[in-house]
């Protein structure tokens, strides 16, 4: 995984146009295939098949897992078509705006002495982010 922040940003319209239908074909798949495993898991008696129920359960909280922290969707808005920015301590994506309004907001908190670096609200540790 990248160990950085970094802002993917697409000016040119047909390239936005390209990069939401590839972010639509993917979320089309995602939402098939996680119907397809509630299907496959409501059809099954809790009593006889217990294991095939955790097997699917885990499958379809992996996939869940895996489109959140996706470049697919905001991980705040669930935005679909926006330029997005990663975030390397919570490991997912966010759009510029959502990204911009939680950075602003840890600025305002760690300022406000609310949030510190490896203490848990104890002010002998450094602020942050």
């Not at 089309?28 to 119907?35: N, P, V």
């Not at 509630?38 to 992996?62: F, G, M, P, V, Y």
């Not at 920015?85 to 600025?107: L, M």
Request: charged fraction near 35%; aromatic fraction near 8%.
């Amino acid at each position: 995984m990248m160990n950085k922040k970094r802002t993917i940003s697409i000016k040119d319209p047909r390239l936005q146009r390209i990069r939401n239908s590839l972010q639509y074909i993917i979320s089309e798949a995602i939402i098939k295939e996680r119907g397809e495993l509630i299907r496959e898991n409501s059809k099954l008696n809790l009593d006889d098949h217990r294991e095939q129920i955790k097997i699917l359960s885990d499958k379809r909280d992996k996939l869940d897992t895996a489109w959140k922290k996706s470049i697919c969707v905001c991980s705040i808005c669930g935005s679909r078509t926006s330029d997005m920015t990663f975030n390397p301590d919570a490991e997912s994506w966010y759009c510029v705006k959502c990204y911009q309004g939680r950075h602003e907001f840890y600025i305002t908190r760690a300022r406000q002495g609310e949030i510190w670096k490896d203490g848990g609200g104890r002010p002998s540790t450094g602020w942050f982010p």
